[in-house]
């Protein structure tokens, strides 16, 4: 009598057995994260995709893919990082330990940096150019995986877009990310360097924008677990005070910006009021902090012109 033939799993038994491996690490999100990993290594990168393909056979290279992806997630790694992918507004961005997890928080700021340059004149999607559109200069101070820079120059086509790292292993990602955005990354330029010093001096009064997801978390506040043990600590530890990153960049932006040109920054909610004191320090006619989605104060908006009197 023949032996039997072992059957070949289907995507739905799988995505039971990773949802069982993950609860059993632990993982409070693993119903979640078990539907995401099986969407990667199935390739159906979405539910509704992923709905049709369930009780289809899983290829031996899937299985075995989706299997070094639980034992990762299972370890306490991040998904986005397990998965090597993360949405950030209309971009699909790799992303690994080399950069921040993209946020929402940081979706918002990279929203707020599209409206100001909008204001500033710019156009915001291909078709639209008109007589009063004009060319924008943007800079995304410490542009890790490259998400800010690239969403300006996808969202506003008559942005030219700066993007600096002092890491040169970020900017490795960035420049990956970069690569793949078509015709939009010929407006984009990735430089390697400490804040402003990494661009060259001719931009100097001449920059429309300046926008920043700086590190602001102080070296005495605990972060939580898995963002300390995976995440690259330099990217989000300032100093003693947190704010130090913040207020150089504050300090030195307007000596950058052009005679209308405005600084948009990522800050912790605590910070906002003291942010704010230095901008108008600093020279900016008018400043704002604006909250997040959360209600939080997140978001600084320091422009050199003050609106209200044009």
Do not use: K
């Not at 069982?20 to 693993?30: K, T, V, W, Y």
């Not at 990993?37 to 979405?46: F, P, T, Y």
């Not at 996808?154 to 970069?178: C, F, I, K, M, Y």
């Not at 990735?190 to 102080?218: K, T």
Request: hydrophobic share 45%; aromatic share 4%; glycine share 10%.
């Amino acid at each position: 009598m023949a032996e039997p033939v072992d059957q070949v799993p289907t995507w739905r038994l799988l995505l039971v057995g990773a949802r069982r491996a993950l609860e059993a690490a632990g993982l409070p999100s693993a119903d979640v994260d078990a539907r995401r990993l099986v969407e990667q290594a199935s390739g159906h990168d979405n539910g509704a995709e992923l709905a049709l393909a369930l009780d289809d056979p899983a290829p031996l290279r899937g299985t075995a893919y989706l299997e070094r992806m639980v034992e990762r997630r299972s370890q306490g790694e991040p998904l986005q990082y397990v998965v090597g992918r993360w949405g950030f507004r209309s971009l699909d961005l790799m992303v690994d330990r080399r950069v921040l997890i993209p946020r929402p928080e940081t979706e918002q700021v990279a929203g707020v940096a599209v409206e100001e340059l909008r204001r500033l004149g710019a156009v915001p999607s291909p078709g639209t150019a008109g007589a009063g559109a004009r060319r924008t200069t943007a800079v995304d101070l410490g542009t890790g995986s490259g998400a800010i820079a690239l969403s300006l120059a996808v969202e506003v086509v008559t942005a030219h877009v700066w993007g600096s790292d002092v890491s040169p292993q970020a900017l490795a990602v960035a420049r990956a990310n970069l690569a793949g955005l078509g015709r939009p990354g010929a407006r984009v330029r990735l430089v390697e360097g400490d804040w402003f010093a990494a661009l060259p001096p001719d931009l100097a009064g001449a920059i429309d924008l300046v926008v920043s997801n700086p590190p602001y978390v102080a070296s005495s506040d605990p972060l939580p677990p898995e963002v300390e043990a995976w995440e690259p600590g330099e990217a989000l530890v300032a100093g003693p005070t947190g704010l130090e990153h913040v207020e150089r960049i504050v300090g030195e932006a307007p000596a950058w910006l052009a005679p209308a040109g405005v600084l948009v920054l990522e800050l912790a909610p605590h910070q906002a009021e003291r942010a704010a004191a230095g901008a108008r320090a600093a020279g900016f006619a008018e400043v704002e902090v604006r909250p997040d989605l959360a209600g939080r104060a997140r978001v600084l908006v320091a422009r050199l012109c003050d609106l209200r009197r044009r």
